[in-house]
């Protein structure tokens, strides 16, 4: 079992910066990958970044590629998404989520889900 717990959201104005965490419990936090998903009211949940259980390697959507950062701390048991140059379209509720038996891009692949934060980004 892996329990997530998002933190970070807020509202910030278009062009600003939010960082986005997500701290793990249960299961040894460095033998999973993680990832981001986002869900604007009214649309499917979308990938938006996912990263390896080492770090050493990471995926992104290609509309956040070159304005998100994902990172780990695998001695705090935490996932970062570093949210830079954000636009109104960046909208949404964030997840994150934890894939236990490899990584990808897919929301179905993912084992284990947060509560969620919401992010607004005014224009």
């Known amino acids: 079992q892996v329990q997530l717990v998002e933190s970070g959201g807020g509202l910030v104005q278009a062009g600003g910066s939010l960082r986005l965490s997500c701290a793990a419990s249960?299961?040894?936090?460095?033998?999973?990958?993680m990832g981001w998903f986002r869900q604007a009211p009214g649309k499917e949940r979308e990938f938006v970044a996912a990263?390896?259980?080492?770090?050493?390697?990471?995926y992104y959507a290609d509309s956040v590629k070159g304005r998100f950062t994902i990172s780990r701390d695998n001695a705090k048991n935490t996932v970062y998404l570093q949210m830079n140059s954000l636009k109104p379209e960046d909208t949404a509720v964030y997840y994150c989520?934890?894939?236990?038996?490899?990584w990808g891009k897919g929301a179905n692949e993912y084992d284990y889900w947060g509560q969620g934060t919401q992010v607004t980004v005014s224009s």
């Open positions: 989520a934890a894939d236990t038996t490899g």
């Open positions: 249960g299961r040894t936090f460095s033998s999973y990958a």
């Open positions: 990263i390896s259980w080492s770090g050493g390697s990471t």
